[in-house]
């Protein structure tokens, strides 16, 4: 039986992820990811990315996304988590409200919205919860022919 005290602290190391990243914090999610003996063993998808694997590789990743994303906001929905001893798995939508670089300097770029599903795999350490893997998939927006039930390409 999981003990709540573990999906509790499963879902505070979830969010202290999505809240570094909305901060542009680069130690704070460098320190969320596994790393020692574990390091090489990490792996990251985001979007439309291949799979990138090894601690440098990931956190590179995320150093290119925060250098040029100027605005990130993340709404989590459909949060689920499930803890089998020292391995966690959580599972979410990702509403995202981002905005890259501007035009002009002193401007806000442009803010886009999108929906990825992600799933976020943890494992526990003596200094807590660590990111093992983390995929995000884009989900696809319906169309207005999808909603008025053309299935033709």
Same mark, same amino acid.
């Given at each position: 039986? @999981?003990?709540? @005290?573990?999906?509790?602290?499963? *879902?505070? %190391?979830?969010? %202290? ?6 901060? &542009? %914090?680069? *130690?704070? !999610?460098? &320190?969320? =990811? ?12 985001? #979007?439309? =990315? #291949? ?31 499930? !803890? ?5 798995? !959580? ?7 981002? &905005?890259?670089?501007?035009?002009? %300097? ?12 992600? @799933? ?5 350490? #003596?200094?807590? =919860?660590?990111? =093992?893997?983390?995929?995000?998939? #884009? ?9 008025? &039930?053309?299935?033709?390409?």
């Amino acid at each position: 039986m @999981t003990s709540r @005290t573990d999906v509790e602290n499963v *879902e505070a %190391a979830n969010t %202290a992820f999505y809240e570094a990243m909305e901060r &542009g %914090a680069f *130690e704070e !999610v460098s &320190g969320l =990811w596994l790393d020692g003996a574990e390091a090489d063993d990490i792996s990251c998808v985001h #979007p439309g =990315w #291949p799979v990138l694997s090894g601690r440098g590789e990931v956190l590179r990743s995320y150093a290119l996304i925060m250098a040029n994303t100027e605005y990130i906001q993340f709404f989590l929905t459909d949060v689920r988590v499930s !803890v089998s001893g020292d391995t966690a798995v !959580v599972t979410c939508t990702e509403n995202i409200l981002s &905005g890259g670089p501007a035009e002009e %300097a002193g401007e806000l770029g442009p803010l886009v919205g999108q929906l990825v599903v992600a @799933t976020n795999v943890f494992r526990r350490t #003596p200094d807590g =919860w660590r990111i =093992w893997s983390h995929h995000g998939s #884009p989900v696809l927006a319906e169309s207005e022919d999808d909603e008025d &039930g053309d299935s033709t390409p």
